[in-house]
């Protein structure tokens, strides 16, 4: 026990500017970018090599010496190899007894291996300590030093004293380290590199596909249409007029379908009477991607803002307004201010505004350091009941804005129908049945459902 | 020694995927919910239960035991009842020695009890190691997998080692932990899930109180006196125009309330000559909800930034400008520019978008994530600098766009002050008392009391 | 061992709502604050003082007794006096022995003194736990109890049950302990306080000094030559017309700033043929900056939008759009809808909307809790890819709002280009320079050095 609690003095940094030595396994790209990052900071380095020749290509002042040589001058060893070269390690599990073992290996793919390959080495030498970390960090950004994206390391391991050792080397690199626990979450933190936004990836390709469609339905309505029975050629609509009608549209329709799923979850739930049994896995997914969804959605309400609030600036309207004016001024005379218009468009504008303005709150209370400060009740009330309050809003503006065209028959060109009717579609949809469902009659059973009553208990699970 | 060693490392998690049993006490609705989630993880569950028939409503692979033999099989117990069944417990104390009890109870209200739950676990029970957890985790998100709020767990507990396991279980349920110390972080958490936005109460009740007050006072004089005196019906001038003139004199009385009782503080200071006594209770609550004020200042000014920009698309705006102009065509004469209007019309324009602008920076400066990153100095330079500088910018935004009307009779309909004018009072007494404040011969001594210095060291508390 | 287990057990907090005695020496402000808000937290404070006279600034609950009495009442004890007199505590080593003394001292500029004065600390009393706290807080703020900024507590030290003790303390006091690692962190957190946005310096002075140039170089153009040639007087032109010109001028040259000093470093990598040597100083500084001037150009970009958006609330523009619009009127016809217009005004409205747009997002993806939640490569994919489309949307917004006038001679006002074509010489300088580098016969050579490849390996540092 003495001798075990000397040991880990020695290894605690108590003097105030000495560093230990850190061994390096490898002298591949990260290795070397680690290895002067380390000399920069204070380390001595020295690097266990197969060929002690291929030296100009590491940094001056680290030394090159064999694997066995190496790690006996170092507590710790960083093994910047690949997984399946591990196995060059296993005689040397001598030598390596009692060491700090940092696995800063990375895959290709997601998965790639069954277990982690901190896990992996671990289990071939079961008497070093291993520690998972550095993995998440770019050699290119450690070498340039502009290390302007997230300065976070990840580290997990099951021995506390060698990841606080870790966590010491990450903080004097300047870097922020960040304890995930013990060495189970190293498959994760593995995985965590090769990520690109995979939560996004659905929503975003589900907007992309709308976008188009309703692009080419507005094109076709306003601009080809307009070309062949009109013959006038607005093209330039592309620029914003038909941007400024899909971008509400698709706002209305994404923001419909994140209160969507709770919906079908509420009935799922009512049919079954009972919440113990998993949703479909469409229904699961779909669950998990309202976030994305709600932002994407609040991207394009911006869009539409700002594409509305440019409507005064453009040539074609300052064009409308003096024709308008100046027909009226040819015929001497001033039309009188129509009471049931200027209701109707100040109506639509406030609605839309409130609207907004509830979406861009639920936007920054999806913000990770304010959602993290809220707790569960806090949170359903902004994004159930202020959400509620936000679509109910925006399907208001979209019905008073369009509300007279409805059933005028100029509004069905090629018989197809406007494309705000057709924005209104989930929306009311989604509207219409919420309403059922908060009837105490439909409500009551499902709050005791959700509260685990069940009203056939042979079905459950 | 030693065997506690080896106990510690057979409760570690050092073989790759294999996870232990965890034992729950209780068949609740969350107790259920929990052990569904962590069988779905990989840990077999065992239920302690006083009968074992109730069974059809528990998951199917977990266990069903007596307490005393549920728990001989676990490290950790996970106790899933009200603490008012927690004597139960006490029989069992010699099974439980040692193991990891995990308090997961809430609260009907605030501070119910004089101690926490989980210190009260403690104390019936002194041979375990009591952990907090889990209580902030909604059952139904659990459930559900929707675990869209906040997914951290808030974890306290006297035993690192215990904590330590806990939160193992808490991360690979895919849950985020958050370690919050000792037990005696207990009651703060045990609190923290039956809060809903405790410091925003006051700021929003403030806030309607006074928004009530102004709607009313702006219909009564524009919409009221105007259909009196002038037969005008303007009623739809509550949809935009009125609701444009509440929100600017919102966002400027509340901007002004934030500063107030840093003012107040500085009078009371400068009167005792020392800083060592407490303020009034009413200035100390004000003071915790600046920020809150501040916030909800910055939402009334979004939304008259929004109004304001959506003027030219208003039928009543169009209908307007028309009739200037066709009145002008019909004379056959162009008005030349106003240069005094360009002017007045230009700089409060200008002043508005430069306070609105800081406004949004403090704003953005008041994000958790932000000012985490910036020190008390920084802190306070934005805060404290650029918020008075805004709220100077604001104020005279405010006194150029009303000037030319303060001591025109047209203004004051049925002797009552435009609104404008009210919204005035505040701000300008704010920035008056500052401006004296910051006169060398009162700073001075201000600066003295509040570097610890005391006039008459006989009224130190 | 089992004394040090049982004293281990003594200091922790088992029982549930008493407080451990705290010893304070110093009776300075800091020293009377932090026991103030220590007493009202529960603490029995108890301060060590040279003289036990100077008692009545002294909180009233707290004892004073001599430095070594008061040492033995308490575990953990607050060293509130500066560094130049910590020589006082080495009579006292003894006393101290074992005990934990939490620095606190604050130093008055950047690296005052080549270590640590916690470090320096523990330096003297080898036999104490050193721990660094509270540095980072105001007096001022633990008094008035507004602790409205970070109420981040860094800690470091390196044992870890001492830094265990101070991290309940803080906490109980309502803030929030953030352990920063070993004693080797207290020089950064001993720094931290003194900062004053250290990397905003160099952009913010940029970025004002360009500004007043463009101010000036528009006034002399816009209202002094036009006073001058065409006897206008245009000077209010100062309030909205000329920063409205200055702001996207700012945001597009700050936007490619950001850019420049990728290009350069690729440059210099290519014609070096390795990475592997340090880049410039001036090089390194700037691309540590560039999120700063990227987030300047943004705020400047967001001006321009607020500026642009209301001119139709201009007097002067509405002036315009009468006069011209009377003049068409009293010539009795309509001009045509000209096409060619109408299609530059919406294209390069639409341009800087996207362009815009994309920016905002950029910024959002630069807050901390923002940043911390996207891994390398999803970072670089915002940064790189989304901010080169906003740079060449921005780009093309200006070079289509400004094309017509390129090689009009009036653009040309005293030989001087007009503002925008200066604006554009560094972005489209860095558009062309980045097309070019992503030729293959180019991008491939880059690729190959990034990753590790060096031409010739006798140039290695």
Not at 411 to 432: F, G
């Amino acid at each position: 026990m003495n001798k075990n609690s000397s040991n880990t003095m020695a290894l605690a940094p108590n003097t105030s500017n000495k560093r230990e030595t850190v061994c390096i396994f490898g002298t591949g790209d990260f290795g070397r970018a680690l290895g002067h990052k380390m000399i920069q900071s204070g380390y001595p380095v020295v690097y266990g090599s197969r060929s002690t020749q291929i030296s100009n290509l590491i940094p001056k002042d680290a030394e090159v010496l064999g694997h066995a040589e190496a790690a006996q001058k170092a507590a710790i060893i960083i093994i910047a190899v690949q997984r399946q070269h591990y196995n060059f390690l296993t005689p040397l599990a001598e030598v390596l007894h009692g060491k700090v073992l940092v696995d800063i290996s990375n895959n290709v793919k997601l998965n790639q291996y069954p277990d982690s390959n901190a896990e992996h080495l671990a289990q071939l030498l079961p008497g070093s300590k291993v520690v998972k970390a550095f993995n998440t960090v770019s050699a290119w950004a450690l070498q340039s030093g502009t290390l302007d994206a997230s300065r976070q390391v990840f580290v997990c391991g099951d021995d506390v004293e060698a990841k606080q050792m870790v966590m010491n080397i990450v903080r004097a690199l300047g870097l922020t380290p960040l304890d995930k626990g013990s060495l189970l979450a190293a498959q994760e933190i593995e995985n965590y590199p090769l990520q690109l936004f995979p939560m996004w990836k659905f929503p975003i390709f589900l907007s992309l596909g709308l976008t188009a469609f309703f692009l080419l339905y507005c094109v076709v309505l306003d601009i080809v249409y307009t070309y062949i029975y009109e013959n006038n050629n607005f093209s330039f609509f592309i620029a914003i007029t038909i941007p400024n009608r899909v971008c509400p549209v698709m706002a209305l329709i994404l923001l419909a379908l994140v209160y969507l799923p709770g919906i079908f979850a509420a009935i799922i739930q009512l049919y079954r009477g009972t919440k113990y049994r998993r949703f479909p896995d469409w229904l699961d997914k779909w669950m998990l991607c309202r976030k994305q969804l709600g932002l994407i959605a609040l991207a394009f309400a911006s869009l539409h803002v700002l594409f509305t609030l440019v409507t005064p600036l453009r040539a074609f309207a300052s064009w409308r307004t003096s024709k308008g004016i100046i027909s009226q001024a040819l015929n001497n005379k001033t039309e009188p201010l129509n009471h049931t218009n200027a209701w109707l468009s100040d109506s639509y504008l406030a609605l839309g505004i409130l609207g907004f303005f509830l979406f861009v709150l639920l936007g920054i209370t999806s913000l990770p350091s304010v959602s993290n400060n809220v707790n569960w009740r806090e949170f359903r009330f902004v994004q159930s009941k202020l959400g509620y309050l936000a679509l109910i809003l925006c399907t208001a503006h979209t019905l008073v804005y369009g509300g007279k065209w409805f059933l005028s028959p100029t509004a069905y060109k090629w018989y197809l129908p406007n494309i705000y009717i057709l924005s209104l579609i989930v929306p009311c949809a989604v509207l219409v049945v919420k309403f059922v469902l908060i009837f105490p009659c439909i409500d009551k059973p499902l709050t005791q459902i959700r509260q685990g009553w069940e009203r056939n208990p042979k079905y459950s699970e």
